[in-house]
Structure formats: structure tokens, C-alpha cells
């Protein structure tokens, strides 16, 4: 069994972390990234550069970066950046929206249902470039609770046959069964997982199980969600790639390779990063 990993590092992680990085060192990361092997890296966001700082420079990241083999995408909340979107050299637009009404209007300030007429206007300006929609906070909502996976199956039924339905445990409160049966449910292609609770990488098993066959986790396992109180960060890489190769999956990711970007990061940023592996070793050889 082989899983595509996608590095959600310079766009999910950075943008939620508290430094602001240089668009040449956000390149020189997905650079790092696609060395190591990583197969897919979500490069930027195309937002305004004073409401979220750590994206500014989203084009100049692109064009900066040394991608090598690695398929780069951007995250595109509305049509405007659509159309930054496509004036770069990117291969995969990704689109989000929450699965209930509190998150959209804190996070987006629109309703549900808004939220999700826009997504469905960006994949129908997608035309040929491959997309993924990722429908976030799918497995609860920091406002609402525990989700009904009734509505998820909804939603991503809306996009079925258009794009590539992913489904994020945004804060992280998802248990292995519970993951298992809305990926098999929604049919999903792809998990994301955080670790707030000690949960992510059991989750990201149960998704395989369940079929999925893409899995997002961030370098170091940066970033968190800004809208969620004491939300910790996504799995970590190179925590996954040990795991997933441990029990016979394989992500052609080279992981001592991989270990060296943590630690590279780590000295950039100043500070002991989330994940274990990159201070554990590889393993015993």
C-alpha cells in the first residue's frame, strides 16, 4: 500500500505560528521538503498580506522555490485569489470551508451556505488544474460541538466527482472509529489530522484503513488553529512517515532527510518543535 503525504508546513503551519518568515526562507523550506521526497507541499495561501503577514509574498515564494518532483499547491479562499492563483506556476488549488455555521462566520465571516457556494465557484473556475476541497472541522466545531456526519456526507457529496474531498479534524478531537466511519461514509480521498489530543496518528491510520490514501501533516508538526482555544499543532511529518512505514505503508519519503528539516527549523525557529522522531532518531538502523 502506498499513501501520498502532503506537507501542509509552509502554508497551514507557518501561517499559524507567531513568527513571519521571508518569502526566500519559506522557499528554501519547500525546497528542503521536495528533497526529502515529499510527493505534495502546500506552498501558500493567497491572502491579503496585512491580515495575515506570514503569507505575505505568496508569488515570490513560488517562483523562488526549487520544487523538484513535488506537486505545489495553494489554498484560494475566494475568487480574487483565484486569480493570483492562477498567474503562478502552481499545480493544485485547494479550497476550504468549515462544516458548520459558527466556524464559517468566525473564520470567514459568512454562513454555511456562502461559504460553500464560493467553494463550488472556485472549483468551476479550477478547469484543468487538479483540486481539492478540504472540509475542515468536520469531526467537531469549537462553537457547535460534535459534528453530525450526516452533513458532512452532504457536503461532500456536493463535490463528488470534482474534486478531491479531504476532511480535517480541525481541533482535533476525532477518535480512530470515529474517523474510520466518515471517511468510509464520505468516501473521502484524504484525512487531516491534528494532535491536540494524542489522537492524530492513530487517526491517520483509521483513514488509511478506511481508504483514504492522501494524508496533510506539517514539518515538525507546526501550526495549530487560531480559532480553537488551546489547539496544538498537525501531526508531524516525519512522526507519520515512521509510522506509516513501520506498518508496511509506504510513502517514498526519505526520512532522515526529512529529520534534517525539523532540525533546521528548529535552529530558524528558536524553539523545541512539536514532533518526536526528529529528536528521537529514525530508529535503530
Given at each position: 500500500?502506498?499513501?501520498?503525504?502532503?506537507?501542509?508546513?509552509?502554508?497551514?503551519?507557518?501561517?499559524?505560528?507567531?513568527?513571519?518568515?521571508?518569502?526566500?526562507?519559506?522557499?528554501?523550506?519547500?525546497?528542503?521538503?521536495?528533497?526529502?521526497?515529499?510527493?505534495?507541499?502546500?506552498?501558500?495561501?493567497?491572502?491579503?498580506?496585512?491580515?495575515?503577514?506570514?503569507?505575505?509574498?505568496?508569488?515570490?515564494?513560488?517562483?523562488?522555490?526549487?520544487?523538484?518532483?513535488?506537486?505545489?499547491?495553494?489554498?484560494?479562499?475566494?475568487?480574487?485569489?483565484?486569480?493570483?492563483?492562477?498567474?503562478?506556476?502552481?499545480?493544485?488549488?485547494?479550497?476550504?470551508?468549515?462544516?458548520t455555521e459558527g466556524f464559517n462566520r468566525r473564520n470567514g465571516n459568512m454562513s454555511l451556505a456562502d461559504a460553500v457556494a464560493q467553494a463550488e465557484s472556485i472549483v468551476d473556475m479550477a478547469g484543468v488544474w487538479p483540486r481539492t476541497v478540504t472540509i475542515s472541522a468536520a469531526f467537531g466545531c469549537p462553537f457547535e460541538g460534535r459534528v453530525d456526519p450526516g452533513i458532512v456526507a452532504d457536503l461532500a457529496a456536493r463535490f463528488?466527482?470534482?474534486?478531491?474531498?479531504?476532511?480535517?479534524?480541525?481541533?482535533?478531537?476525532?477518535?480512530?472509529?470515529?474517523?474510520?466511519?466518515?471517511?468510509?461514509?464520505?468516501?473521502?480521498?484524504?484525512?487531516?489530522?491534528?494532535?491536540?489530543?494524542?489522537?492524530?496518528?492513530?487517526?491517520?491510520?483509521?483513514?488509511?484503513?478506511?481508504?483514504?490514501?492522501?494524508?496533510?501533516?506539517?514539518?515538525?508538526?507546526?501550526?495549530?488553529?487560531?480559532?480553537?482555544?488551546?489547539?496544538?499543532?498537525?501531526?508531524?511529518?516525519?512522526?507519520?512517515?515512521?509510522?506509516?512505514?513501520?506498518?508496511?505503508?509506504?510513502?517514498?519519503?526519505?526520512?532522515?532527510?526529512?529529520?534534517?528539516?525539523?532540525?533546521?527549523?528548529?535552529?530558524?525557529?528558536?524553539?523545541?518543535?512539536?514532533?518526536?522522531?526528529?529528536?528521537?532518531?529514525?530508529?535503530?538502523?
Open positions: 500500500m502506498r499513501v501520498t503525504l502532503c506537507d501542509v508546513g509552509p502554508r497551514d503551519g507557518l501561517q499559524n505560528e507567531p513568527e513571519t518568515l521571508a518569502p526566500g526562507v519559506r522557499a528554501g523550506l519547500i525546497g528542503r521538503l521536495a528533497a526529502a521526497g515529499l510527493p505534495r507541499i502546500e506552498a501558500v495561501s493567497f491572502v491579503r498580506d496585512d491580515r495575515v503577514p506570514q503569507m505575505a509574498g505568496a508569488e515570490q515564494v513560488v517562483a523562488d522555490a526549487d520544487r523538484g518532483g513535488a506537486e505545489l499547491s495553494g489554498l484560494v479562499l475566494n475568487e480574487r485569489g483565484f486569480e493570483r492563483f492562477a498567474a503562478t506556476t502552481l499545480d493544485r488549488v485547494n479550497v476550504t470551508f468549515a462544516a463528488s466527482g470534482r474534486a478531491e474531498i479531504v476532511l480535517a479534524d480541525t481541533i482535533g478531537v476525532a477518535t480512530p472509529s470515529h474517523v474510520r466511519a466518515l471517511v468510509a461514509q464520505t468516501g473521502a480521498a484524504g484525512f487531516h489530522g491534528h494532535n491536540t489530543r494524542n489522537t492524530g496518528y492513530a487517526n491517520a491510520l483509521a483513514a488509511v484503513e478506511a481508504g483514504a490514501r492522501v494524508l496533510d501533516a506539517s514539518v515538525g508538526g507546526l501550526g495549530g488553529c487560531p480559532y480553537a482555544p488551546r489547539a496544538t499543532g498537525n501531526v508531524a511529518t516525519e512522526d507519520l512517515v515512521y509510522l506509516l512505514e513501520g506498518e508496511g505503508v509506504e510513502t517514498g519519503i526519505d526520512l532522515d532527510a526529512l529529520v534534517g528539516v525539523s532540525l533546521w527549523l528548529e535552529g530558524l525557529l528558536g524553539r523545541r518543535l512539536e514532533g518526536y522522531v526528529y529528536r528521537a532518531g529514525g530508529g535503530l538502523g
